[in-house]
């Protein structure tokens, strides 16, 4: 039996998609417009923000995010600095 350690699901129409990592206990959902999301839908998922930095950070060595993988996240999906 195989195990995939990355799953993605992408909408037929291809306006959202959902990235999932094993290794880093971690899923994406990217969406192309947010506004078009029921709000009920979202009520568990959080923005990408320095509370959930920090709890991705939880599987690395000593709860420490790699700098380069910090800046991949914040570049790929927010616009905080």
Known sequence: MNIASRVIWISPSAKWI???E???EIGVLAI???EQMN???LKTWRTL???V???ISVVFPNQ???EDIRNE???NYTNIE
């Open 18 to 20: 959902i990235y999932g």
């Open 22 to 24: 094993r290794g880093y």
């Open 32 to 34: 192309h417009q947010l």
């Open 39 to 41: 709000s009920q839908t």
């Open 49 to 51: 923000n320095e509370v």
């Open 53 to 55: 930095l920090g709890w």
């Open 64 to 66: 420490k995010l790699p």
């Open 73 to 75: 996240f914040i570049q």
